[in-house]
């Protein structure tokens, strides 16, 4: 079992910055990729960024160029640095963590880009 606490989320400019943390406990080596989803109100949640045990990234088309993942294996942490920041990006940010027994999920942080 793998737990995930999210922090880092609030209030955010158009064009401005924030950086998501996640922290993972228990089974950590079981994760073999991490990432962040999003769920805006009344949408489905989509998969944002993922980085995986090999470091190879994945990036929604909607963040490409914009958001950066990345991960501190010695804190056993991964950030979401997201810049520029449109309304749009305005959802509840989930962290997950894959692993071979299944999908674990934080609690989540809300981001709002707002002026």
């Known amino acids: 079992q793998v737990q995930l606490v999210e922090s880092g989320g609030g209030l955010g400019q158009p064009g401005g910055s924030l950086r998501l943390s996640c922290a993972a406990s228990?089974?950590?080596?079981?994760?073999?990729?991490m990432g962040w989803a999003r769920q805006a109100p009344g949408k489905q949640r989509e998969l944002v960024a993922r980085?995986?045990?090999?470091?190879?990234?994945y990036y929604a088309d909607s963040v490409k160029g914009r958001f950066t993942i990345s991960r501190d294996n010695a804190k056993n942490t991964v950030y979401l640095q997201m810049n520029s920041l449109k309304p749009e990006d305005t959802a509840v940010y989930y962290c997950?963590?894959?692993?071979?027994?299944?999908?674990?999920w934080g609690q989540g942080t809300q981001v709002t880009v707002s002026s």
């Open positions: 997950n963590a894959v692993t071979s027994s299944g999908t674990s």
């Open positions: 228990g089974s950590i080596f079981s994760i073999y990729a």
């Open positions: 980085i995986s045990s090999d470091d190879s990234t």
